[in-house]
């Protein structure tokens, strides 16, 4: 079987495409921004176009715009192809890239979020989520960090009071890690996970003044 993994949750745009349990191509870029110009043309330059039987995508949480892109992308593609199309968890990703480097130890993912908040969650030793995504405020996830291990791009600033026995590691999701994910991770419904309620308030919720 082969499957396409795409990755756009973070500053990082990433694609890995494997045959069985081999990786057979793989591209990954920090772009910041421009996701929707660059996915496409990455996933073409692959070989066969980038065409596979199964598709994983990340779901977030992380940059709006790079989430929905990848989605859209992968429904688009499933859709053309005839293929299976799943989504995982953007910080189990990061958790399974960095329990790859210290196998079986509890960490807490940290990455950027909006509105200058943090995206924080805890992993167990089997990779799977020991709490709920939450959006915090720096201070406030440096006061509730379990861990003494952490991975993603804002883990050096959330134990950086915590003194020298702690371990960070700055890393972005890549795709090419997908494979390392637990598979009760994966899922049929491809939902954002946004990690945080709406910045507007709808109109319907409003309150008279």
């Given amino acids: 079987m082969r499957m396409l993994a795409i990755e756009t949750a973070s500053e990082a745009c990433s694609i890995a495409l494997f045959e069985g349990e081999d990786r ?18 990455m996933i073409a330059a692959l070989p066969d176009k980038g065409r596979a039987d199964r598709i994983l995508v990340s779901l977030g949480p992380g940059s709006f715009t790079g989430v929905r892109i990848g989605l859209a992308t992968a429904r688009a593609l499933g859709f053309a192809w005839g293929a299976e199309v799943l989504g995982y968890p953007t910080l189990a990703l990061i958790a399974a890239q960095a329990q790859a480097e210290r196998p079986g130890q ?5 990455v950027n979020g909006g509105h200058g908040e943090w995206f924080v969650q ?14 915090q405020p720096p201070d406030a996830a440096r006061n509730d ?17 915590r003194g020298a026995s702690i371990a ?12 390392l994910l637990p598979a009760e ?9 946004y990690g945080r309620g709406p910045d507007a308030t709808p109109m319907a ?3 008279p003044a």
């Fill in 168 to 179: 960070s590691l700055d890393i972005l999701p890549d795709a090419a890690a997908v494979p």
């Fill in 145 to 161: 960090a379990r861990h003494d291990f952490a991975a993603g791009n804002r883990a050096r600033d959330l134990l950086a009071q």
């Fill in 122 to 135: 805890d992993f167990g030793a089997d990779g799977l989520p020991g709490t709920d995504v939450v959006s």
């Fill in 185 to 193: 991770l994966l899922t049929h419904n491809l939902v954002p996970i």
């Fill in 106 to 110: 509890p960490l807490t993912v940290c």
């Fill in 24 to 41: 057979i191509a793989h591209d990954h870029r920090v772009i910041g921004r421009g996701h929707a110009e660059a996915l496409v043309p």
């Fill in 205 to 207: 919720g409003r309150v």
